[in-house]
C-alpha cells in the first residue's frame, strides 16, 4: 500500500485547492430565504468556475470559495446571485494570492515534518531508561516509520480520490495529518510502554519475541476498542456530516484505521526486527 500511494503521488499528485493555489472567496448575505447549495451551484455553471465549494453561514449567507481572482468574474457570480434575491448584499470578498498560497504550502510540509521530527525526540526521551539490546533512540525511529506508513497512505487515498472524484486538499486536511500523527502515535506509546514493563518483569529471561508478543496480546482488546468507538463517531461525520467537513473527517478515518494496525502490527515488529539484526551481530 506504500509502494501503490508513492507511485499514486508520482502519477497523479495531489488535488490542491484554493488554500494552496490562490483563489477568492465571497460571502453574501441574502435579504429573503437562503436558496439551497445544488440551486446556486446550478445557477453557476455556465460560468465554468473551478473548485467551487459554497456552505450556508449564519441564517442567511452563503459562503463561496473558488480558483479564481479575475474582478470580473465575481461581478458575474454576484449577477447569477441576484436571479436568487435582487437585495443581495455582497458582505465581503477575499483574494488569496499564489504567493500567499505558496507560504501556505511551505509552512503546511515544515509543520508536518518537524511533528514528527518532535514526536521521534520524545518518543527517544521517554523509553530513555528503557533496559535490553534495542535503544531508546530505536523506539522512536520504530514510531517515526509507523507514522510516515499512516500519513503516507493517507495521503495516497486522497490523491486518487483527487484523481478520479475530484476531491481537493486544502488547509483542513493538514489539520487532519496532524491530528493522525498525534493519534497514531499514542496508540504506539501504549503498546510501547507494555512492552518496557514486560521486559522490567522478565529480568531478560525471556526472549525478545515472546515478550512483544505477549505485550502486543495485553494491548490490543485496548487498542481496538478505542479506535473502533472513534470510527464509529467518524463514519458518522463522513455519511452524514456537511460537505465542508467530510475531507477533513475521511482523512482522519483513513488514519485512525490504518494507524490503529500500524501501532500494532508495524511499529512492534520493527523492535523485534532490530533485535534480531543486534543478535547476530
Not at 449564519?58 to 449577477?79: I, M, P, Q
Amino acid at each position: 500500500m506504500i509502494i501503490l500511494s508513492i507511485g499514486s503521488l508520482f502519477l497523479w499528485g495531489l488535488n490542491l485547492g484554493i488554500d494552496f493555489k490562490g483563489g477568492t472567496l465571497m460571502e453574501v448575505e441574502f435579504s429573503q430565504n437562503v436558496p439551497s447549495v445544488n440551486e446556486v451551484t446550478e445557477s453557476l455553471v455556465p460560468l465554468s468556475l473551478q473548485s467551487l465549494t459554497i456552505q450556508p453561514t449564519g441564517e442567511k449567507s452563503l459562503f463561496l470559495r473558488y480558483l479564481a481572482s479575475d474582478e470580473t468574474l465575481n461581478e458575474s457570480v454576484l449577477e447569477k446571485l441576484k436571479s436568487f434575491d435582487e437585495n443581495i448584499n455582497l458582505s465581503r470578498t477575499d483574494f488569496i494570492g499564489g504567493s500567499v498560497s505558496e507560504q501556505i504550502k511551505k509552512q503546511a510540509i515544515i509543520g508536518v515534518i518537524l511533528s514528527v521530527i518532535g514526536i521521534a525526540f520524545y518518543v527517544a526521551w521517554a523509553f530513555r531508561r528503557v533496559s535490553g539490546l534495542v535503544g531508546s533512540w530505536e523506539y522512536g525511529f520504530g514510531a517515526i516509520i509507523a507514522l510516515v506508513h499512516d500519513i503516507l497512505i493517507t495521503i495516497g487515498v486522497f490523491s486518487v480520490l483527487g484523481q478520479w472524484y475530484g476531491v481537493e486538499i486544502g488547509v483542513p486536511f493538514i489539520a487532519a495529518l496532524l491530528t493522525i500523527l498525534g493519534y497514531s502515535v499514542n496508540d504506539t506509546i501504549v503498546v510501547y510502554d507494555r512492552i518496557r514493563e514486560n521486559l522490567l518483569r522478565s529480568s531478560h529471561k525471556e526472549d525478545f519475541e515472546i515478550i512483544v508478543n505477549r505485550s502486543i496480546n495485553e494491548t490490543i482488546a485496548r487498542s481496538f476498542n478505542t479506535s473502533f468507538t472513534v470510527i464509529i463517531t467518524l463514519l458518522a461525520i463522513v455519511l452524514f456530516g456537511g460537505e465542508s467537513i467530510q475531507s477533513f473527517a475521511l482523512a482522519i478515518l483513513i488514519g485512525v484505521t490504518f494507524g490503529t494496525y500500524s501501532s500494532i502490527y508495524v511499529a512492534s515488529a520493527l523492535l523485534d526486527t532490530r533485535y534480531k539484526m543486534k543478535m547476530q551481530k
